[in-house]
């Protein structure tokens, strides 16, 4: 199971998990949160989620995407150069560079770190999706 995790904020405090997810995540509507959550797909501090969990700020809500279908897109990035502390990446129009509304394993920063067996980086300048 392959899980996406959101870090729960300080401006998230007090909340309950469905409240919190379709405010941050409002691509779904509360009651297809609620079918996520009665398929076991989501997680709050790696524990099985019901929609009034209370939510803690630290803590960390998990989803799992495996059947989320999304929209196509070009993935094919080059490398332009690399050395010990820079990589420069050709990213191809209509690609995201981090996960946005529906595109959460399509995006950049998902196929680099695909690429890199999980190593953290950070961009330093972002292009926007349908800039190359």
């Known amino acids: 199971m392959e899980l996406i995790h959101y870090h ?5 405090h007090s909340r309950q998990l469905i409240d919190l ?4 995540f409002g691509r779904k509507s ?10 076991g797909r989501l997680t709050v501090d790696g524990q099985l989620a019901q929609p009034q969990t ?8 998990g989803f799992d995407p495996t059947d ?14 690399e ?16 996960r946005n509304g529906p595109y959460l394993r ?10 890199t067996n999980g190593e953290r980086m950070h961009l330093m300048a972002r292009l926007d999706r349908d800039t190359s």
């Open 8 to 12: 729960v904020r300080e401006t998230d």
């Open 21 to 24: 997810l379709c405010e941050r």
């Open 30 to 39: 509360p009651s297809e949160w609620h079918t996520q959550i009665e398929r």
């Open 54 to 61: 209370p939510i803690e700020v630290g803590s960390v809500i």
């Open 68 to 81: 989320l279908t999304e929209p196509p897109t070009d993935t094919h990035w080059l490398t332009l150069y």
């Open 83 to 98: 050395d010990d502390c820079v990589w420069v990446i050709h990213k191809p129009a209509p690609l995201p560079c981090h």
């Open 106 to 115: 399509s995006n950049l920063m998902a196929l680099l770190r695909l690429a």
